[in-house]
């Protein structure tokens, strides 16, 4: 079956520093993954996702997330933190051989301090 | 841009009301999909639709049904609510191989 484990209930980092936000999953075939971001009382926006090809994908808000297939992860970077990327973080993984579903992980909290 | 649209952003209901939350979407996505969100539980699937009248169980159906007469639109329907369904509920869409599209959800509370 497929998982995703998101280590990290809450990250906190200065504004300007790096954030990394920690993911790792399973399954049993070639996952697509995927990054989400939720603000208070909204729906998830999509940020990034791997499908195939180059392991450093990089998507909306200067955001950037790494493939690693020897270690089953997929951590969401970003070089320097702004206050305005605090919010609701949600990794999700999609299995081709269960079909549409994705799964998500429990979500991380990222508070950026100024 | 696509548009997901739910029908109430909250509601409030109670205990044994059969309850509708509509979901719409206007890019003429294949799939479409309902997720319940509870805090350090992350997103759940209920359930997910493929084709016009056609559904799948996600992992939690219980207590839930689905209905898909047209492609735009995805009904979530809870026969006779209880407090334990208590959630935000989002409705997402999405074209093949693509990512999820959601909605800005619906807060129900079931008194």
């Known amino acids: 079956a497929q998982s995703v484990a998101q280590p990290e209930d809450q990250v906190n980092v200065a504004e300007g520093n790096p954030l990394t936000v920690k993911c790792t999953y399973s399954?049993?075939?070639?996952?697509?993954l995927f990054w989400y971001v939720q603000y208070p009382n909204r729906g998830l926006q999509f940020l990034l996702k791997y499908i195939t090809g180059d392991n450093l994908v990089k998507g909306s808000y200067g955001f950037e997330a790494e493939f690693n297939k020897s270690q089953t992860s997929f951590h969401l970077k970003k070089p320097s933190a702004l206050v305005s990327d605090s919010a609701l973080y949600f990794c999700a993984v999609r299995d081709l051989n269960y079909g549409q579903n994705f799964v998500f992980g429990p979500g991380t909290r990222l508070s950026v301090l100024p | 841009d696509v548009k997901v649209t739910q029908s109430s952003r909250y509601l409030v209901k109670r205990t044994g009301e059969k309850v509708f939350l509509e979901c719409v979407q206007d890019m003429d996505h294949e799939n479409m999909f309902w997720y319940r969100q509870d805090p350090g539980l992350g997103l759940r699937l209920i359930y997910f639709s493929y084709d016009v009248k056609m559904k799948e169980k996600g992992d939690i159906p219980e207590g839930y049904s689905v209905s898909r007469e047209k492609k735009e639109r995805f009904s979530l329907i809870l026969e006779s609510a209880s407090t334990n369904q208590t959630s935000m509920y989002l409705c997402?869409?999405?074209?093949?191989?693509?990512?999820?599209?959601f909605g800005n959800g619906t807060r129900l509370t079931v008194t």
């Open positions: 399954v049993s075939g070639n996952p697509y």
């Open positions: 997402a869409s999405s074209p093949d191989d693509s990512p999820l599209h």
